[in-house]
């Protein structure tokens, strides 16, 4: 089953594995990883699942849709390149690995 690391703004990891099929936000809140919320449960409306995907990950991901695009623009911390909320990353064999950063202020 493939593995998503979440790193905290204090540099620690926190390694997660899960089925594929699953979306990262699921496997972070399931796991208790700290900053990343998951208010709407994934419904695209609340931008608490905010990360900064790994500079080697970011060309791996599908495409960013226009709606989650827009949801960016009220993330608690100013979005990046890199930005994406994680309840739309589907986790796959493909992505065995990923790393997420987490947003110091998303608490
Ligand atoms: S969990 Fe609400 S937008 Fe991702």
Known sequence: MPDVIY????????T???????????????NLVPGIIGECGGDLSCA??????????TERLEPMGADEESLLDV???????????????ILSDALDGIVVHVPETQR
């Open 7 to 14: 790193v905290q703004p204090d540099g620690s990891r926190r």
């Open 16 to 30: 997660c594995t899960n089925e594929p099929g699953r979306n990262l936000m699921k496997v972070a809140v399931e």
């Open 48 to 57: 608490t699942c905010h990360v900064f995907v790994d500079a080697d990950w």
């Open 75 to 89: 993330t608690s911390e100013e979005p990046t390149e890199a930005s994406r909320l994680c309840c739309q990353i």
